[in-house]
């Protein structure tokens, strides 16, 4: 059955600009998060406290987390590969951090150069920080769908690198589709698998829209009771060590799909679509939100 309500997770800020060719400017991306969070998203992804070597546009992370201005009810949350990034995260007051994996070896090798046991281990110290510091720790896998390295992937591995990171202490598990390969009932069988081992109220669901099946993989997970939804605005975005990644679905997309199916998400389609203009024209990037451009050319 649907959900009633579905809480959608904006990855636009981190997931949507990690990826330019040029680093967009601090004062934009705390535009952008203000704006958002003025749309009635209540969880923003803000930024990636990674190497500036291997993604230097998410090199501003201390002044995009220390500059933003916070809404009431808002998590502004971001990426933390590993001890350091969390430190520097917490240092800038940061409500909660998200440690990343895969259910691929080679991707884990390519994005954060190590083996997925070797995430996992480096994982345990961020999360005995983030609890002291009382922090909550969100937990992706990667590559759920398929890899760009090593094709299929099996859903018991998904379920198996899932229920480590949630039982290590992660309180959410976001299941990637990196390379938006995945389709509706691939998605629902991986979802099966890897809700035989974690609560389903604890699985969200992060589609990129490559191959144009995004909205159509959420239905199918939506139907299974997934209530927690990865999106980014206008559909920006990619992953830099995922060639040919195109953006997350597009939160205005996400939005228009739970309002048609009578799913509560608290966010005023209107404003998000504008941010939506509004950003895409601001980096000079084409909007590939659908529903971002009927609205706009009403
Ligand atoms: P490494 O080179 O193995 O790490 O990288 P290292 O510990 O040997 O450190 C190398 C250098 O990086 C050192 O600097 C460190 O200080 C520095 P140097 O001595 O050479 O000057 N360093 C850091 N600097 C800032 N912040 C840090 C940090 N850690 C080390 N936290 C590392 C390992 C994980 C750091 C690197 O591989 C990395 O940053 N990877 C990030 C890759 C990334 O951001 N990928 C995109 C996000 S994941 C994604 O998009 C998928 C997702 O959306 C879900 C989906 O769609 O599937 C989440
Ligand atoms: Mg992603």
């Not at 959900?3 to 997770?9: D, H, I, S």
């Not at 990855?11 to 990690?18: F, Y």
């Not at 509706?184 to 035989?196: D, F, H, I, S, T």
């Not at 995922?242 to 404003?271: C, H, M, P, T």
């Amino acid at each position: 059955a649907f959900p009633q309500q579905v809480r959608l997770v904006e990855v636009g800020p981190r997931d949507g600009l990690q990826n330019e060719p040029t680093p967009i400017d601090t004062a934009t991306k705390l535009a952008l998060i203000d704006r958002l969070g003025a749309a009635g998203l209540t969880h923003i992804e803000a930024a990636s406290f990674v190497s500036p070597k291997w993604v230097p546009q998410m090199a501003d992370h201390r002044e995009v987390m220390q500059g933003l201005t916070r809404r009431n009810g808002v998590t502004y949350s971001a990426l933390t590969p590993n001890f350091k990034g969390l430190e520097a995260a917490l240092e800038c007051g940061v409500d909660e951090v998200a440690v990343f994996s895969a259910a691929s070896e080679a991707f884990s090798q390519k994005n954060i150069n190590c083996s997925v046991a070797e995430s996992l281990e480096r994982f345990a110290p961020v999360l005995e920080r983030a609890r002291e510091a009382n922090v909550r720790v969100r937990g992706y896998v990667s590559c759920v769908l398929g890899c760009p390295y090593e094709g299929e992937i099996a859903p018991a591995k998904v379920a198996e690198v899932a229920k480590a990171l949630y039982e290590m202490g992660c309180y959410e598990v976001s299941l990637g589709d990196t390379i938006g390969v995945g389709t509706p009932l691939k998605a629902k069988r991986m979802l099966e698998a890897v809700a035989r081992d974690v609560p389903m109220a604890k699985l969200a669901a992060h589609f990129h829209d490559t191959y144009g099946q995004a909205l159509a993989n959420l239905y199918a997970v939506l139907e299974e009771g997934v209530a927690v939804i990865d999106s980014s605005v206008a559909g920006l975005g990619g992953c830099p060590y995922a060639k040919g990644a195109s953006g997350n679905v597009a939160s205005e997309e996400v939005v228009y799909l739970l309002d048609g199916l009578g799913i509560q998400s608290g966010i005023d389609l209107d404003a998000l679509a504008a941010t939506g203009t509004w950003i895409t024209q601001t980096i000079g990037r084409p909007n590939r939100s659908k529903v971002g451009v009927a609205l706009a050319s009403r």
